[in-house]
């Protein structure tokens, strides 16, 4: 195939496609930032915000793929309960006197910069190689299908999962409780 025709017929920018595929540029560098910021702050109260767009960041990266439960779940779970509680931990915690020191580890610095450069370098060579077949539907992951699945097949699992929240309550009742004093 001729490379000038190969390009002609590439989606512009203002297609169905190419805005499609720029919003999901978007959704990967809202990810990508919040986690950065959530790495790399001063503070835990910043690094929480990081946290929290980097969390919607994934929830919009499921609601592209076609799962708006899951993503709706994102945002209740973790941006809404997880993020929550790390915040309210945060404001029931001793402020600290000192100063954070530097990073201390054998993956900061060179290292660690070199070793993101070759796990990135390795994946995207594989993404290039790799030939990519959109997978059939199997059925339309609506909330029904959803319900139907986790209380039935799934049925101890979400059990289990119940529990663990309760326990986390329950945790979060006695950390507010004893306030800053303990």
Sequence with gaps: MNPTVALSEAPGLFTADGLVGLIFLIMLATTVIGGIIA???????????GLIVCFIGVAALYYYLNSPFVAMMQMLIYVGAVCITIAFAIMLAAPEDKKKSGPAGPLTGPLGLITAGLVTFGMAAMALKTD????????MGTVENIGVELLTTYSMVFELVSIVLLIAIIGALVIARQGRSK
């Design 39 to 49: 790495c790399n702050a001063e503070r835990l109260v910043r690094a929480v915000a």
């Design 132 to 139: 990519f077949i959109p997978m059939p539907k199997i059925n």
